[in-house]
């Protein structure tokens, strides 16, 4: 048996965005080869244009080293404060650097900085060392990755960016990875710093100025971080996510002839997308849903929660109608229950379709009731009576 607990929402009308070009912008009409613009919630494609073309996504390669570090410094493998020591070929590194000497000895966040507001390539090699021992171990941990993440039209050659023929990747594929990037925090403040310094050299006598590559810090109202890429062969390239209330999009733009490009119309798609689509969020992650009864436990009730936003994403402008919420929990609950274990699941209605489900949980561990006083409260209380 299960017990249903039925709310009903009036909310926007969802309708089917999956596909749907944004409004105002057709593909012909921007200057960049390949752009896309997606939902950072469940991936939904927004707008796109030649998404799929395989291309050399110059220093864009970055989010992906920036996503391994991220989920190392989340496993706690690496931290902000451990210090490593710069190779001979790090240092050698050309492009954008922050000119690292070899054999200095630098601190995780330092290296963070530099990759992620100059884009320095010798900081990016000087990490990839540091984590996997040398470029090529790197480098066949981020196709790994790449692979898991379904990213299937992407080969990274480097970790830099800097060109290679068989370097390439997809606008969709950076969406992809950029995507799972926004889960972590690590990188976020420098991603939004606009500058900052680093001392260099073996005597750290050499202060190198960081300016952010992304100039959208300082104009774009709720950016959540980007990085930007330019080689001949790439061109000038972008990859940006924002926020604004409970949506976040995440635009990518590659091919653009000119920097003032690649900046205006990732701007235009972010803020066509925020004008035209929402999140409708019915439940934010934690929030306390409902409460539920369980047998031999110290407490009579516990409560219930999703790890997860319980959302439906759709277009802003459309009419006001009903939804059903149905929370559908598991009855004669029976402690211990494991707050990661789940008990039940939330059903999200529209129009007699399932438009989604989510899975309900305890909001903490619930302990089991001691032998003696579950006897005491159960039996001899009866008895007494």
Not at 161 to 175: F, K, R, S, V, W
Not at 320 to 338: H, Q, R
Request: aromatic residues 10%; negative net charge.
């Amino acid at each position: 048996m299960k017990k249903f607990i039925a709310i009903l929402f009036f909310l926007l009308m969802v309708t089917n965005v999956m596909s749907v070009p944004v409004f105002g912008i057709e593909a012909e009409s921007l200057q960049s080869r390949s752009a896309i613009l997606i939902n950072a919630d469940d991936g939904q494609v927004l707008f796109e244009k030649s998404s799929n073309d395989k291309m050399a996504p110059a220093s864009i390669t970055k989010i992906m080293l920036l996503l391994l570090i991220s989920e190392k410094m989340d496993n706690g493998e690496i931290k902000l404060d451990q210090e490593l020591t710069v190779s001979e070929y790090a240092a050698g590194m050309g492009g954008s650097q922050i000119y690292l000497e070899a054999y200095e000895t630098q601190t995780v966040e330092s290296m963070l900085k530099a990759i992620s507001m100059r884009s320095a390539n010798d900081a990016s090699v000087a990490m990839a060392e540091y984590m996997y021992g040398s470029v090529e171990s790197c480098v066949k941990a981020m196709n790994e990755r790449a692979k898991e993440l379904g990213m299937n039209d992407t080969n990274f050659v480097n970790v830099t960016g800097l060109p290679e023929p068989e370097h390439l990747t997809t606008a969709h594929d950076i969406a992809v990875m950029t995507k799972e990037l926004l889960k972590y925090n690590y990188v976020n403040k420098y991603m939004l710093t606009w500058m900052d310094s680093v001392l260099v050299g073996k005597e750290k006598d050499s202060e190198q100025v960081l300016v952010n590559t992304n100039r959208l810090i300082n104009n774009y109202d709720g950016l959540l971080g980007g990085k930007t890429g330019f080689t001949n062969e790439a061109k000038y390239c972008l990859s940006a996510s924002a926020r604004r209330n409970d949506t976040t999009l995440i635009a990518v733009v590659l091919g653009c002839e000119t920097t003032k490009i690649r900046f205006s119309e990732i701007q235009k798609l972010l803020n066509e997308g925020f004008a035209n689509y929402k999140n409708l969020v019915f439940n934010k992650k934690g929030d306390i849903i409902s409460t539920s009864p369980v047998y031999c436990a110290k407490t009579d009730t516990f409560n219930v929660v999703s790890k997860e936003n319980i959302y439906y994403f759709t277009e802003s402008n459309c009419k006001v109608e009903d939804f059903t919420l149905e929370y559908v929990i598991d009855e004669n609950l029976k402690a211990p229950l494991n707050k990661d274990v789940s008990i039940g699941k939330a059903i999200l209605y529209k129009d007699g379709h399932v438009l989604g489900e989510y899975e309900l949980f305890p909001e903490t561990n619930v302990e089991k009731e001691g032998l003696f006083k579950f006897y005491f409260n159960n039996v001899l209380e009866n008895m007494i009576k």
